[in-house]
């Protein structure tokens, strides 16, 4: 079924309520309702809708809609408001540590986009922050991924540091940081493993790494498009990894982007950046606002 508007499903509702006077509660039901529905088929997980919706209904819809001359457009400032500040309020830029160079952790499931998010996200600091990054290749496992990241280098021309597949991440992690010493460079991304499920190999492995290069920022790169799934994968790796921040890939799709919310909701963490297509520059700062609008509908 094709997804209506948030705001022309509850028009329906208001229009029921035309010529009563009052709202009542089953009205206000009935509202939340909807926006529940919405919500789920954004794709938000439904614990995380089932609290949401809670939570607007305490803030607001009782008072401030009941009262006002246009409820409809009242609830959806009310829920898009609610929404934004849920997924943080304001853009979150990407840490800068107090002495160079300021070590970026990124990790992720496999096919998740972590690679080519690696990339994007150098080429990102170069183009607005004026860095130089270094791109490290610690993703010792997926066949390809050192081949992809050193290509991927060679367009943006910039470093990349490899020991190939049989050396540790650790390892890998250490020596990229001394070359980005030694060449000045002042952010080191470190592309990690992922596996095709959570398992326990793949977390100890992160954290070794986390562990020996004590990263300013570890970002998880989420794929969009996974819906439901975005908040186990979420939910275990900032258990047992600690993220700072989220990448979220694949809004280029057709997700409305529910994942957002629901990740941001399990973590805690913000979400940085949103990819938005297979090419190095298809890659946004995140904003909470237009991501809230997007999931309405
Ligand atoms: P990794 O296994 O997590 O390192 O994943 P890759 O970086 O190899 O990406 C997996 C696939 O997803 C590749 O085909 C990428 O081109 C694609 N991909 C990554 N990010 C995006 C995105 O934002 N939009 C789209 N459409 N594709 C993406």
Not at 8 to 25: I, P
Not at 165 to 174: F, R
Not at 218 to 231: E, R
């Amino acid at each position: 079924m094709a997804f209506e508007g948030l705001a022309e499903r509850l028009q329906a509702t208001f229009d029921k309520m035309k010529g009563r006077g009052k709202v009542s509660e089953a009205d206000v039901k009935e509202m939340m309702r909807e926006v529940r529905l919405a919500l789920l088929e954004a794709d938000v997980n439904f614990k995380v809708v089932k609290k949401f919706v809670n939570d607007v209904k305490e803030r607001a819809v009782g008072q401030e809609v009941m009262k006002s001359l246009t409820p409809g457009q009242q609830v959806i400032k009310v829920v898009n408001e609610e929404l934004t500040a849920l997924m943080g309020g304001e853009q979150s830029k990407i840490a800068t540590a107090q002495k160079a160079p300021t070590v970026v952790m990124l990790a992720g499931l496999q096919g998740a986009g972590k690679t080519t998010t690696v990339a994007k996200v150098a080429n990102h600091l170069r183009k607005h922050n004026n860095r130089k990054p270094l791109l490290a290749a610690a993703d010792v496992y997926r066949p390809a991924a050192i081949d992809q990241l050193e290509t991927l280098g060679k367009q943006l021309n910039m470093p990349v540091f490899s020991l190939g597949d049989q050396a540790s991440p650790v390892d890998i992690a250490k020596g990229a940081i001394e070359q980005a010493k030694e060449e000045h460079c002042d952010y080191v991304l470190i592309d990690t493993a992922g596996r095709l499920h959570i398992d326990e190999n793949l977390m100890g492995e992160l954290q070794d790494v986390k562990e020996a290069v004590q990263p300013e920022e570890i970002l998880l790169v989420v794929d969009a498009m996974t819906g439901q799934d975005a908040v186990n994968v979420a939910e275990s790796f900032n258990d047992q990894l600690g993220i700072t921040g989220a990448v979220l890939t694949k809004l280029d799709g057709d997700t409305r982007g529910g994942a957002a919310l629901s990740v941001r909701q399990v973590t805690g963490v913000p979400i940085k950046f949103a990819g938005v297509g297979e090419k190095i520059d298809e890659l946004d700062e995140f904003h909470p606002e237009r991501m809230a609008s997007r999931i309405l509908g």
